[in-house]
Every structure is written in C-alpha cells, then in structure tokens.
C-alpha cells in the first residue's frame, strides 16, 4: 500500500474536504506511479532473471525466466507436398540452434568466437528439398538403430528378423528409409521442441510399431539438450541418435584437421574392414595405438588412420563428459555429455567431394568435412553376444540424452 496517506480522523471538515480532495489527486497521482513502478519492476525482474546464477558460478535451478522460448516458422515442404517446419533457439549468449521437422534435423548452430564473431559451425543445406534429395544424414535423427547392423538381421526371443540391407550385406542407421528421411510431427512445447516420429510395424523389417520422440532445448548455460523416449508394441532393438557435423572454423571452412579432440576413454571397438565390430563384440585398449585420444590431439594426425571408431564407457544410463571438440585458434569449444555407453569418432572421410552445401560452401571428405561426436549404442549390439543388448520391450520406456555444450576461451 501507499505510505503517505493521511489520516482524516483528526482534521476539522474544512480541512479533511480540502486534504481530501488534494489527496484523491495525491493518491491518483501515487497510484498512477506505484502502477508504472510496479510495472517497470516485473519488467526488469523478467529481464534481468533470464540468465541467473548464484554467487558460486553454478547454475541455479530451473526458472521460469531461465527458458530459452524457441520459435517456429515454415521451411518449405517435400516432394510429396508435406510442409515443412523450421524452429529456432536464440539464448542471452548469441548461440542460435535452427531444427527442422524433416528428419528431426539440426540444420544451423551459430556461435560467437573468443572476439564475438559469431558463425555457423554445423554443416547444412539451405532447403528442405535438397536435405530430402542428398540423403547424406547431415545433422539428422538416426533410427532405429544408429551404425551399424552385421549380417542386417537378428533374433529376439527366438525369432529371427532380417532387416534392410542397405550397405551390402550389413544395415547402418535404419536402413534404406532410416528416421532421417522421415517427416516429423513437431511442435513447441514450453521451451522445448518435441518431434515425433511413429514407425510403423515391420518397417525397414523391423518389429513393433515404434512411438519415437526427439526433444530439443537450448539453455543460457550453451547446452543443446537432445532427449530420446521411446515405446514400441513388439520387442525391438533400437538406440536413437543425431548425426551432426561440426567444424568450430565454420561450416565452410574445411580445415578440419586444426582441431584439437580428446576422447575421454582408454577402450575402443575394434572394427573390420566391413566397419564392423570384430569377431563377438571385443573391447581393446587405446593404449599405444592410434585410437589414443585421451589428451587433446591435432585431428590431421590421425584423419587419415581413424576411418570410423567406436569408444566404449561402460556404464549406460549415467552421465559422463565422454568427448571434447576444441579450435584453439578461435576459441570455440564443444563438451559432450552423454547417457549413452558409446561415442562414435567419424571425421567425414566418406563424404562425397562437392557436396554443395548452405551459404555456397562446398563440402568434402576428410579436412573438407566436419568431425561427427556421435553418442550411441556399442555398434551392432543386437547381434554381438559381448555387447550390451539393445532391445527395447512393449513394457519398457527407452530414454537417452546428449548434450553438446559450446563455449569460448
Ligand atoms: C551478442 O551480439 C551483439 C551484437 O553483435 C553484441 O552487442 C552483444 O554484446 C553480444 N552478446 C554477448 C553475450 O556476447
Ligand atoms: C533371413 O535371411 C536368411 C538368409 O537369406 C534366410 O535363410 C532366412 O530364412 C531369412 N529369415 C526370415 C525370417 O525371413
Ligand atoms: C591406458 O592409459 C591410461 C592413461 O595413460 C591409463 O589410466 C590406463 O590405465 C591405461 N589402460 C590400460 C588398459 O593399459
Ligand atoms: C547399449 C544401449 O544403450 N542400449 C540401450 C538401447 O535401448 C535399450 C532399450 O531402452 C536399452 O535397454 C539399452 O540399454
């Protein structure tokens, strides 16, 4: 309430008629101020509890002024005429995230480096139409089973499934047709966005229909979250991912090989020649080879040597700093953190030469491309008696979540 209000019980009537009326004016004039300062309170107060941390550089917890509120906008449509949505994050640090609904698809990520220059550092395409057209999984959901799939065929409880076979004899990310090229039902949903993906039954050969939902949310701590839930009505395997390309340089830089990378595990999957876990599923040690990427290494060392490699971190379920993506030069950084027991390193050594890609870049394989951080699965886990399973029940809720966090030094 207003302070200065008078008191009319010990004035004469002259005086309680003449305070009165200059009162009403008082009070009309203080209620007129306490509105606009009340007001301007709310105003700063939302303004200012954007970005909140406390006195230990923690973040404090979840707040409704916290949210990054994404927007969405039209992004064209595919061949068969669907529309297509574009949803964009903008946080308090200049880091822009653009997603599209076909194939879950992280399209752009714009940051600032040490000077502030912000640029785009994920590779891309500019329409909907050549995303559908080119068919490279740049930026895009994988499913339902990322990598990988020795002999494309399985079996669960007895039963044998032979699933597309669409890299020879082998499956790797879901087949001909893999969630990449699927059109998702989008929409915001407070500050995240959730894309949903239903795959029906027998689809790519693969059992039970599958309820698939990709959320993403970009916080003003610089972490792009990407939660995975799923169910299904028949046992299947699954284990969803996102193939996003980085290059801290920007996305039309090439000179992939300035970045410096650590991998934070000593174990990895060896592979075949069929980029395949050898014999059952074995885990080898990184000690003295190549795969060593404990501390930071230059990545023209070992472009040409790391074709595709899978690290392997034991628990599932936890959360563990697995890798680090840095440009010393500018200063843009990436951590990961994932659920996920595995981290696939892929330096784009099968990128096709002149993939024309956004903005007039031209992509290529090896430093022409981007480096690929891709938490998932122990390759080929459903048919690797080594490996943990990977078989999502109709009682059970799958869930995962990764989360890319940028920033500068
Ligand atoms: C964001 O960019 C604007 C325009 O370049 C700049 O003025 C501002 O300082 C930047 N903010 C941060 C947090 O870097
Ligand atoms: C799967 O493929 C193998 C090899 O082609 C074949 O022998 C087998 O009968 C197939 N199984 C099913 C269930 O179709
Ligand atoms: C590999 O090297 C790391 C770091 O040097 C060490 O902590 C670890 O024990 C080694 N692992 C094996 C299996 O030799
Ligand atoms: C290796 C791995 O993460 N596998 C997971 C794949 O999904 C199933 C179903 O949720 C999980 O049980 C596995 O842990």
Known sequence: MLKNEVNPVTMSDAEVNSVCSRSRIIVGVLTAVG??????????????????????????AWKEGDAVIPTEEPFGEIKDGRKVKRFTFTNNNNITVRIISYGATITDILMPDKNGAILDISLGFNT??????????????????????????????????????NEGQNQVHGGFYGFDSKLFDAKIKGNKVEMTYVSPNGEEGFPGELTSVFSFQLTNENELILDYRATTT???????????????????AGKNGDHLLSVFSDTYVPIDEAFLPKGNGELA?????IFDLQNPTLVRKVINDIIVSCYSFGDRGTRKHVARLENPTNGRYIDVFTTEPGLDVYFSSHMKPKLYGKDGAMYGPFEDGGVCLIPMQLPSGVNMPNFPDTILRPEEIYTQRTIYKFGVK
């Open 35 to 60: 509105v606009v300062a009340i007001v301007v309170v709310l105003v700063v107060y939302f303004a200012t509890s954007n970005n909140t941390h406390d006195s230990s550089g923690k973040t404090s």
């Open 128 to 165: 909907a139409a050549e995303y559908e057209d080119r068919h490279t999984y740049i930026g895009a959901a994988l499913g339902r089973i990322t990598e990988r799939l020795k002999g494309a065929s399985f079996t669960i409880d007895g039963v044998e499934y032979n699933v597309s076979a």
């Open 234 to 252: 028949k046992a299947t395997p699954i284990n969803l991912s996102n193939h996003v390309y980085f290059n801290l340089e920007g996305h039309k």
């Open 285 to 289: 040690t990184v000690n003295g080879t």
